[in-house]
Every structure is written in structure tokens, then in C-alpha cells.
């Protein structure tokens, strides 16, 4: 971040590669989902953002269904290939 100031924010120049691959998550209305358990390496998360909180509730089949299919990943191909969760840059 270069500047910021009165509820603004200027970020430094970067390349067009950099620009496009960090994605901005932005939004009045927003929760992060664990989809692996505590102390699991590497974390897993889902950030979800949205018009209103109410379209942030997920139902505990949806949460489920998204955490088998990470252990799913895990088990099949026996090792993660990278260091943090590739659904989320806060990981």
C-alpha cells in the first residue's frame, strides 16, 4: 500500500502480472469458512462476500460437503504441493 487517507486507498504501481495474480477481496459484508481442521497444515479457508449478511450463511450440509472435498484432495493425492490453501490468499 503506498497511501492511504480519508477512508482512500492508493496502492504503489505493479507489474500486470502481479496486478493479475492478487486478487482483491472487498466488501462490507464478509466471513471467512476453516475447512480444515485446527493445527491441519496447510490451512484451507473460504472467503465469502457478499450484498448482505443473510447471503453469507451457509448450511451445514454446503460446509460439509466443501470439507470432504478437501480431505478428499488430501487423501487422493497423499501430499499438498503447496505451502498455503490456493482458495485464499489469507492462509
Known amino acids: 500500500m503506498a497511501r492511504a487517507t ?7 504501481p505493479v507489474s500486470l502480472t502481479t496486478l493479475v495474480d492478487s486478487p482483491l477481496i472487498a466488501g462490507l459484508h464478509y466471513r471467512q469458512i476453516e ?3 485446527s493445527g491441519e497444515t496447510p490451512a484451507h479457508v473460504m472467503d465469502l462476500v457478499a450484498d448482505n449478511e443473510t447471503d453469507l450463511a451457509m448450511k451445514p ?5 466443501y470439507q470432504k ?5 488430501g487423501a487422493l493425492f497423499a ?10 490468499a489469507h492462509s
Open 35 to 37: 475447512l480444515t481442521k
Open 61 to 65: 450440509e454446503d460446509l460439509a460437503a
Open 6 to 12: 480519508a477512508g482512500q486507498v492508493e496502492f504503489a
Open 69 to 73: 472435498l478437501v480431505a478428499e484432495t
Open 79 to 88: 501430499r499438498r504441493h503447496y505451502r498455503q490453501s490456493p482458495f485464499s
